[in-house]
């Protein structure tokens, strides 16, 4: 028998004890109900929810009190749908004075069908959330109660199944929790919550699953757990904005305290820097830490060439060596390889980084890549791929070997982590990825941010055939033959035996000037160069 919790609005916003601006609140409502100051709603019980109806606000949402924020949106789903279809209507208010019903009601729609509709899963896609930590709180509706789903942020899966019509029926809203990791679908349900989260971007999906049980949805809300203000995170005894960035995982500021963060030079495996290479010549060899690497074209005019155009100042740390010259991989399908025990990554720490800037991004573009062993017939993809995808986003990613399925056949083993940067054309990007053989993590880093992380990974195989898994830089491999060349000037292409930290890195800012016009070069500076938003410490 299905188990509900019924709470009003003054026990739940008791529960919640949150400050006014602490929370933003969003509803997918054709008809616009759950708008203004005097209209409450939601499990933290608040006024001022954003309404995809009448004017459909997806940037700088505004939080409980009206205020505009940093807060943007978009979101996907087959269709739009209220509990109440086939024959939509307002339910209209709660008895408890709250809009709870109204909330539940309208949904973005979405689920499996034997006919295979294009999307099959409903989502909100976060960015610029104007918090330090938080919750979110996502509201599911459906039509129908007894439906399978699970609901996700990219980490933490619940499973559920549908209340549907019960939810508004009645003369309050039924709001119900699940806490269901487990897979079970046991629990009916049309909220859940993810706690304690950090960071200015999340995702949030609904999936389905099974055919013709269809759900999504109804909204969501953020709110505000801790801002960072005051805790002396980073163990320099003083409570400062640069406090924030590490709370956020954005980078250590040690770089700009004491810019003295080089790796070990013992450590590294490779360093590209094309400083022995001529502006506008062709590059038809390079010699680097005694790795020779070769170019290769189709024609002499498709090599990269030496070019002029680098990173600038502001692109680089004040201590990173010092660069005149990069490689221009845009003439054609030209690249450079290297055979495979120039360096092992696979022996325990690495990290692979590069400066990047891109005449063209169409189509899947690698920067290094591992060929796979020939004479390895169980797959067609490379070892390695440290590229920009067909979407524009960047990734590592890598195969950590094969599973013997026991009959003849194998199960592929690959991980990978992927960027929340867009890359766009005459830009140019810093690109790290760190495997932590300790951690067993794989980290992907754009610009010194932290943008995505993997964790309880294997490392990449290691090299079984050196004559043919070699690196190259430029392409990929696919099948046996040189893929996804790259249409691009690159700089300081290094590969390590350690799994740097941000402040290791070639591509850090430099202490922060006054970029934001303030009067002071201070933290608040950093975030603006790194392009992410202030979390409200003073």
């Given at each position: 028998m299905p188990r509900y919790t019924i709470?009003?609005?003054?026990?739940?916003?008791?529960?919640?004890?949150?400050?006014?601006?602490?929370?933003?609140?969003?509803?997918?409502?054709?008809?616009?109900?759950?708008t203004g100051a005097d209209h409450f709603a939601g499990v933290v019980s608040v006024a001022n929810w954003n309404n995809t109806w009448p004017d459909n606000p997806v940037t700088d949402l505004i939080d409980d009190t009206g205020t505009a924020t940093t807060l943007d949106i978009t979101y996907?789903?087959?269709?739009?749908?209220?509990?109440?279809?086939?024959?939509?209507?307002?339910?209209?208010?709660?008895?408890?004075?709250?809009?709870?019903?109204?909330?539940?009601?309208?949904?973005?729609?979405?689920?499996?069908?034997?006919?295979?509709?294009?999307?099959?899963?409903?989502?909100?896609?976060?960015?610029?959330?104007?918090?330090?930590?938080?919750?979110?709180?996502?509201?599911?509706?459906?039509?129908v109660a007894g439906r399978a789903g699970d609901i996700t942020d990219g980490t933490t899966t619940y499973s559920f199944n549908t209340v549907g019509p019960a939810s508004v029926s009645g003369a309050d809203a039924v709001?119900?929790?699940?806490?269901?990791?487990?897979?079970?679908?046991?629990?009916?349900?049309?909220?859940?919550?993810?706690?304690?989260?950090?960071?200015?971007?999340q995702t949030i999906q609904v999936q389905m699953r099974d055919e013709d049980q269809w759900a999504g949805i109804a909204g969501f809300q953020i709110v505000k757990t801790a801002d960072a203000c005051g805790n002396d995170y980073n163990g320099d005894l003083s409570a400062d904005f640069f406090d924030l960035l590490d709370y956020l995982g954005v980078y250590d500021e040690g770089g700009c305290d004491a810019p003295t963060g080089n790796p070990n030079p013992g450590d590294i495996l490779s360093l590209i820097d094309f400083e022995d290479q001529t502006?506008?010549?062709?590059?038809?060899?390079?010699?680097?830490?005694?790795?020779?690497?070769?170019?290769?074209?189709?024609?002499?005019?498709?090599?990269?060439?030496?070019s002029a155009d680098v990173p600038g100042s502001t692109d680089r740390r004040a201590n990173a060596p010092a660069t005149t010259v990069s490689g221009d991989f845009s003439p054609g399908f030209g690249y450079l390889e290297v055979e495979g025990d120039a360096f092992e990554l696979a022996g325990g720490d690495w990290t692979i980084e590069t400066f990047i800037k891109?005449?063209?991004?169409?189509?899947?573009?690698?920067?290094?890549?591992?060929?796979?062993d020939l004479l390895d017939l169980r797959g067609a993809g490379a070892d390695l791929y440290f590229?920009?995808?067909?979407?524009?986003?960047?990734?590592?990613?890598?195969?950590?070997?094969?599973?013997?399925?026991?009959?003849?056949?194998?199960?592929?083993?690959?991980?990978?982590a992927v960027s929340q940067t867009v890359a766009a054309p005459g830009q140019w990007y810093h690109v790290a990825a760190v495997y932590d053989a300790t951690a067993r993590t794989l980290s992907l880093y754009i610009n010194s941010k932290l943008e995505s992380q993997v964790t309880d990974v294997d490392n990449i195989m290691a090299v079984t055939d050196p004559f043919s898994q070699f690196y190259s830089v430029g392409r990929g491999f696919w099948d046996g033959n040189p893929v996804d060349n790259l249409n691009a000037v690159i700089d300081d292409l290094r590969v390590t035996a350690a799994a740097l930290t941000p402040n290791e890195f070639l591509g850090l800012p430099d202490c922060p000037s006054d970029v934001d016009g303030d009067g002071d070069a201070d933290a608040d500076d950093v975030l603006q160069i790194i392009g992410d938003v202030d979390a409200g410490c003073p």
């Open positions: 709470l009003s609005a003054a026990v739940l916003t008791t529960l919640a004890g949150v400050a006014q601006a602490d929370v933003v609140s969003w509803n997918y409502d054709r008809y616009g109900t759950v996907s789903s087959f269709n739009s749908w209220t509990v109440n279809e086939p024959t939509p209507a307002n339910p209209g208010p709660d008895s408890d004075g709250t809009y709870n019903r109204e909330l539940l009601n309208g949904y973005l729609n979405a689920g499996y069908a034997p006919w295979g509709p294009p999307i099959t899963y409903s989502e909100v896609a976060l960015s610029d959330i104007p918090y330090g930590q938080y919750d979110i709180i996502v509201y599911f509706s459906s039509d709001l119900a929790q699940t806490t269901d990791t487990a897979g079970t679908y046991a629990t009916t349900a049309n909220y859940a919550v993810f706690s304690g989260l950090l960071g200015h971007t502006v506008g010549s062709n590059i038809d060899f390079v010699d680097e830490h005694g790795n020779f690497w070769f170019g290769y074209a189709a024609t002499t005019a498709e090599l990269p060439v030496g891109f005449a063209d991004t169409g189509g899947y573009q690698t920067i290094l890549g591992r060929d796979r590229q920009k995808m067909s979407d524009n986003h960047f990734r590592c990613d890598y195969r950590i070997g094969w599973i013997d399925n026991g009959d003849g056949t194998y199960t592929e083993v690959r991980t990978g």
